[in-house]
């Protein structure tokens, strides 16, 4: 759905977004859950080169991981320690929410969201939520 709801954006900036096959299921408020993701998936957008693919997947059970990978030049050095703070942007027509509000969301349902380099380049932001039993 989020994939969908930026096909738009990404055509604009030259960016592919690819979405993997896996399904998990979490105990979560879906509003919340996924404004996280709309949040990590427009940074991803936006912090991509052209003709770059923004990649989300999902796996793992108990937790469950979802990711959102790009191409982009990453997370600063000089950032890593405050890039969840609110205010720290690297954009110029930011305003340092996104991943301060999509981190908070994402500790409400009990889970954490971090922030490592890619192999190759780019960004790894990763949700870790608790699963759900079945």
């Given at each position: 759905e989020v994939a969908e709801m930026h096909e738009g954006t990404a055509r604009?900036?030259?960016?592919r977004i690819t979405v993997g096959t896996g399904e998990q299921t979490v105990r979560c408020d879906p509003r919340k859950l996924k404004q996280a993701i709309i949040n990590?998936?427009?940074n991803a957008i936006e912090a991509s080169p052209t003709d770059a693919a923004v990649d989300m997947h999902v796996d793992g059970?108990?937790?469950v991981?979802?990711?959102v990978l790009d191409r982009g030049p990453g997370i600063a050095a000089d950032l890593a320690d405050k890039i969840f703070d609110a205010g720290v942007t690297t954009k110029a027509r930011g305003f340092g929410l996104g991943l301060t509000i999509a981190r908070a969301l994402v500790r409400q349902h009990g889970g954490d969201l971090t922030l490592e380099p890619r192999?190759?380049?780019g960004t790894?932001?990763?949700m870790q939520l608790p699963g759900q039993s079945t």
């Open positions: 604009q900036h030259g960016v990590l998936v427009q059970d108990s937790p991981y979802a990711r192999p190759g380049g790894i932001a990763t």
